[in-house]
């Protein structure tokens, strides 16, 4: 493992770039996976990491050494504790960065459950999205113009590994796709849309969840097949974008769970 003791050394200069401008991050095909969970998480997928950095505080740490034992032939660098925290976005650093190539995602070719993101800015909410889709077997989501970037530090942090479990696409035309969609698209609406729990969500659907403050754009609702709103107590307006969706996909998993179950399957 090489040493670096250089806060201007190429390969920490880089690091930074990508860490502080997420054009660079698009741009470059790179993320940076901050923390052992998220290392884990990609070599559980079989990501293999281009370079790790690590603080002197934790080169000997049992946690550590057992990933860094799985990472082939990453470049592997250590930085004192000061000049690691230079590095880290996070108030107290865990010690650890691996940069990785961007999975590429394969072609959507059939009407699959999906989860359309349209101008959901918020990193937190973007991250929250795609942890809420692995969770409920969503495998596809794509985003459109206007999102937080997908591999930013931020997104992958709040996804908490949920990243390698799905195939994400960014700066994605939303019309266009849905124009092509052979399934079911629901735009989730917060007023005047039929109920959530009306909806027969049996077969494929394609989910549409919109900005924070400005929802879906007018266009993707009325390229939609089908609006859904869900029913909220009295005086309450809206909800979370991300705590929506969550709503959304868990009763559409809730229906085909109950539906094998019915039929003497399995769930």
């Not at 002197?56 to 049992?62: G, M, T």
């Not at 009407?111 to 969770?135: F, K, Y």
């Not at 969706?245 to 179950?261: D, G, H, N, T």
Request: aromatic content about 4%; overall charge negative; charged content about 20%.
């Amino acid at each position: 493992m090489k040493t670096v003791t250089s806060r201007d050394n190429p390969i920490l200069k880089s690091l930074r770039a990508l860490l502080s401008d997420t054009r660079r991050q698009r741009a470059s095909g790179h993320a940076v996976l901050e923390g052992p969970h998220l290392l884990a998480a990609a070599l559980d997928h079989k990501v293999s990491p281009d370079l790790i950095v690590v603080s002197e505080a934790v080169r000997s740490d049992a946690e550590v050494t057992a990933l860094l034992a799985r990472t082939g032939q990453a470049e592997m660098v250590c930085v004192s504790d000061p000049l690691f925290r230079s590095l880290s976005e996070l108030t107290t650093p865990v010690g650890i960065l691996a940069c990785i190539a961007v999975p590429p995602a394969p072609t959507f070719e059939a009407a699959e459950d999906c989860l359309l993101l349209d101008a959901v800015q918020d990193p937190g909410n973007v991250g929250t999205l795609l942890r809420t889709a692995a969770a409920a077997g969503v495998r596809d989501v794509l985003l459109g113009v206007g999102c937080a970037v997908a591999w930013s530090p931020r997104v992958l942090r709040a996804a908490q590994g949920a990243h390698f479990a799905l195939a994400i696409r960014e700066q994605v035309d939303l019309a266009d796709f849905l124009k092509r969609y052979p399934g079911n698209s629901v735009a989730t609406v917060a007023r005047e849309g039929s109920s959530l729990y009306a909806l027969d969500l049996g077969a494929p659907v394609a989910w549409l969840v919109g900005n924070e403050g400005a929802g879906l754009s007018p266009a993707l609702v009325d390229l939609a097949t089908q609006r859904a709103t869900i029913p909220l107590a009295p005086d309450c307006e809206s909800l979370n974008v991300a705590a929506a969706a969550a709503i959304c996909l868990f009763e559409m998993r809730r229906q085909r769970i109950s539906a094998k179950v019915g039929t003497g399957g399995t769930a």
